[in-house]
């Protein structure tokens, strides 16, 4: 090729290539490369509080793009379109109406016609990029944020949604009984106060009035561990094991409310706060040190949303303020470490476990629950999706009251998923649980999809009863007498 034709060629393709890619800079803002800028500062300026701690926001929540703030708007900017947060969403495979990704990538839009509009009227969010059944079906389990490479907080955006539809009195069927009963009752059974105890009735053990008397740990029970006939018998051996190991806890009976975690996060904030403040005006005068609780939903809110100061101000919750808070895994733990609780029998059975979302996802605990379990002598066969991939069982943000629709053909509910990858694991008798809403979803899972006999669903506090029980006549008898 002559000389003069490769310099020629040379020039031109040197002005294609540098007008192409000056082409390609500018058109940056107007593109889905937009992200080649938006995600690195997303990623700089990630939230650095801990998950389960919630911003304070306004309580109408978020109605058109410009109500989130700027750090929302960059999350939204972020997002790389990688479908990451779909593909681990349970609601999105039992076939919701709702992808992560594609609330995000409609957010977007209407950021982007945001920025293009002259006049200043917003669109409504709610009536093109975030229709309210979307929104309603989040769980907030973090799984797509724990999958998210660029940080987008899927859960906290959600939740700003679900505000402003609470506000417009927009809510999801079922919700609305569980919220009155909250307000009215302190409990969304609908139960009274009164009856808030009536689980150590035929106990055989004592349990302290920490109203009255000075403990050592107060054990905040929770609505379903309290009032679920189901859960009953948890709480009961819970309180077994913690007398036989010798521990000073008692319980604050009637003056218990719901911690407010999941009131929180179905976005209802003042609820949320009403409880807040009923909890901290009956922990107030009540001499304790440490706090332990079986819910983890109700520990991610006593750890974060309580213990912690309200933008650097006067604490929210003094009465709880420096008190540590513990999972009562993490108690058990420790009590065995420390020789408290004896192991008279290993058990033997093969069992695999399920990390809640409250206390793996939102607060790092999956040791604490598989050190008991290895104590106990249990072979843990561990399901595929474990730790901080665990398949949540649907029940968090609010979805364990709302009434759902029939799962679409070829689907199944995210409980029904779980305990059929329980299922499929060699020799695996139990499916060990370590949260209230956990026990009661799986329960009734294993009935929809046949697996009676085939699989049983118990709570870690349930095994461990049944290892440290003097005889283990004792344990079956109080277990049996537990359940009439």
Same mark, same amino acid.
């Given at each position: 090729?002559?000389?003069? &034709? ?75 379109? $990688? ?46 990029? &975030? ?6 079906? $989040?769980?907030? $389990? ?5 999958? *998210? ?123 949320? !706060? ?82 809640? *979302? ?34 949540? *069982? ?20 995210? &409980? ?18 370590? $949260? ?29 009863? !049944? ?18």
């Amino acid at each position: 090729v002559p000389s003069e &034709a490769l310099r020629f060629w040379h020039q031109v393709f040197w002005w294609i290539h540098g007008l192409v890619a000056l082409a390609f800079v500018a058109a940056i803002p107007f593109t889905k490369a937009f992200h080649l800028l938006s995600s690195p500062l997303n990623i700089f300026l990630r939230n650095a509080e801990p998950a389960g701690r919630l911003a304070v926001s306004a309580p109408s929540g978020v109605r058109t793009i410009g109500d989130f703030t700027w750090r929302q708007a960059l999350q939204i900017d972020a997002c790389t379109w $990688c479908g990451k947060c779909q593909e681990v969403c349970p609601w999105f495979a039992a076939g919701a109406p709702l992808s992560p990704r594609n609330l995000v990538q409609k957010l977007g839009a209407a950021l982007a016609r945001a920025a293009r509009r002259r006049n200043g009227q917003l669109e409504d969010l709610h009536t093109t990029a &975030a229709p309210a059944e979307e929104v309603w079906s $989040c769980c907030t $389990c973090r799984a797509c944020e724990a999958v *998210c490479p660029v940080y987008v907080q899927h859960p906290t955006l959600i939740i700003d949604l679900r505000r402003h539809l609470v506000d417009q009195g927009q809510i999801a069927e079922g919700l609305q009984d569980a919220l009155v009963n909250l307000q009215r009752y302190g409990n969304s059974f609908g139960q009274s106060p009164r009856k808030r105890a009536d689980w150590t009735k035929n106990l055989g053990v004592p349990i302290k009035d920490a109203r009255k008397e000075p403990v050592e740990w107060l054990w905040f029970v929770g609505d379903y561990a309290s009032y679920d006939p189901r859960v009953q018998p948890v709480t009961q051996a819970t309180a077994r094991v913690l007398h036989l190991a010798g521990v000073d806890f008692g319980i604050l009976l009637d003056r218990e409310q719901n911690a407010g975690n999941d009131v929180r996060r179905t976005g209802e904030e003042g609820l949320f !706060e009403l409880l807040r403040e009923k909890n901290n005006k009956a922990l107030q005068g009540v001499n304790f040190n440490r706090v332990f609780t079986t819910d983890p939903h109700t520990f991610n809110t006593l750890k974060h949303e309580y213990c912690s100061p309200n933008n650097g101000q006067e604490p929210i919750c003094p009465a709880l303020q420096g008190k540590q808070v513990v999972h009562y895994t993490e108690l058990f733990d420790q009590l065995l470490k420390d020789g408290k609780l004896t192991v008279r029998r290993r058990l033997g059975h093969v069992v695999t476990f399920h990390d809640p *979302c409250y206390l793996g996802r939102y607060n790092g605990v999956y040791g604490a629950p598989r050190r008991v379990l290895h104590a106990l002598g249990v072979t843990v066969v561990e399901m595929p999706r474990n730790r901080e991939n665990s398949f949540c *069982c649907g029940a968090g943000g609010g979805r364990i009251w709302m009434k759902d629709a029939p799962a679409p053909s070829g689907h199944q509910r995210p &409980a029904e998923s779980r305990i059929k990858e329980a299922l499929a694991l060699p020799g695996v008798q139990y499916l060990v649980v370590a $949260c209230p809403k956990d026990l009661a979803m799986f329960q009734d899972a294993v009935k929809t999809v046949g697996a009676e006999g085939r699989l049983k669903v118990v709570d870690i506090a349930e095994l461990v009863w !049944e290892a440290v029980a003097e005889t283990p006549q004792l344990a079956t008898q109080q277990q049996q007498l537990a359940q009439t």
